[in-house]
């Protein structure tokens, strides 16, 4: 198991969590407003320089407005791990 915050399955997290801020029309600045967060933490998640734990990522699912499961059964697809 990669502990790395460069892995493909991080990777790919990263990209659906883009993915779904941009199909809602989010920028950056709106998304750290609702998270009481600066734009900066934002970016740092999206770029992979900071990694976020599960309890952030339940606060940006609810921000988001998006089902935490469903992201995650999204996340799995493909994966034969």
Excluded: C, W
């Amino acid at each position: 198991m990669t502990s790395s915050i460069f892995g493909h399955k991080y990777k790919k997290f990263r990209s659906l969590l883009i993915e779904q801020r941009q199909k809602r029309a989010i920028t950056q600045t709106q998304l750290a407003k609702r998270l009481g967060r600066p734009q900066s933490f934002v970016s740092k998640y999206e770029n992979g320089e900071r990694r976020i734990d599960l309890i952030e990522f339940l606060e940006i699912a609810a921000a988001l407005e998006i089902d935490p499961l469903k992201f995650i059964e999204e996340l799995q697809e493909g994966d034969a791990s």
